[in-house]
């Protein structure tokens, strides 16, 4: 069973650098088939995708948050990382990562990290 | 970008009911790029339906999924004690980005 995992800080200071890791397990994430994806979801407000990676290094992002965001990936590691530059309270949310294939249906998630921005 | 709007935004159903949700989207969307997901607190999300119509690997058949073009329908035929989330549909238009709709909660009565 595929199992997806976030980590990294809980709170980041506005203007900083906001850097997550998603750790898979159970399954390779060298797969041509499918894509790493992170969401967001700010407190009592809906789903927002960030941005996806496939194994080989191609992204694309959403063309609101397309500036200030890097995704990259490690295969050896089987780990993917987010990363989303000049943060405000307003990027506080729970970060999800999550596989979504070519038709972009998320069918694996993980359970999510919450990231507060504030001094 | 495609924007989606759920609706009702707040749905309050007993056990056994029949909970209808729907989702419209702002342009024409392909039925292959429709798919509607469960939140939990606490809980991973889960994929129910893609596809529009498909139910995900191990979803019960309670679960199903209609509709076409703009307007799209998940229908819970007889609600468990364990249905009761929020639900969000989300589409893929074909270029980024990938979108979500506001979500509509289903709660006890």
């Known amino acids: 069973q595929l199992q997806l995992q976030e980590s990294g800080p809980g709170l980041v200071k506005p203007s900083e650098t906001l850097s997550l890791t998603c750790t898979v397990s159970g399954g390779s994430i060298s797969s041509n088939n499918y894509f790493w994806g992170w969401i967001r979801q700010p407190p009592g407000k809906g789903l927002e995708w960030i941005g996806s990676i496939s194994y080989s290094g191609s992204t694309y992002y959403t063309p609101s948050l397309k500036s200030r965001v890097t995704i990259s990936v490690d295969t050896s590691k089987n780990q993917f990382s987010l990363k989303l530059s000049s943060v405000t309270a307003a990027d506080t949310a729970v970060y999800y990562c999550a596989r979504h294939d070519s038709a972009r249906r998320f069918d694996y998630w993980g359970q999510g990290t919450l990231v507060t921005v504030s001094s | 970008e495609i924007v989606l709007t759920q609706s009702p935004g707040t749905l309050s159903l007993s056990p056994g009911e029949r909970a209808t949700l729907s989702c419209r989207a702002s342009?024409?969307?392909?039925?292959?790029?429709l798919a509607w997901y469960q939140q939990k607190p606490g809980q991973a999300l889960r994929l129910l339906i893609y596809?529009?119509?498909s139910r995900a690997t191990g979803i019960p058949d309670r679960f199903s999924g209609s509709g076409s073009g703009t307007d799209f329908t998940l229908t819970i035929s007889r609600l468990e004690p364990e249905d009761f989330a929020v639900y969000y549909c989300?589409?893929?238009?074909?270029?980024?980005?990938?979108?979500f709709g506001p979500g509509t909660k289903v709660d006890i009565k």
């Open positions: 989300q589409q893929y238009g074909g270029s980024p980005p990938i979108t």
């Open positions: 596809g529009a119509s």
């Open positions: 342009q024409s969307i392909s039925s292959s790029y």
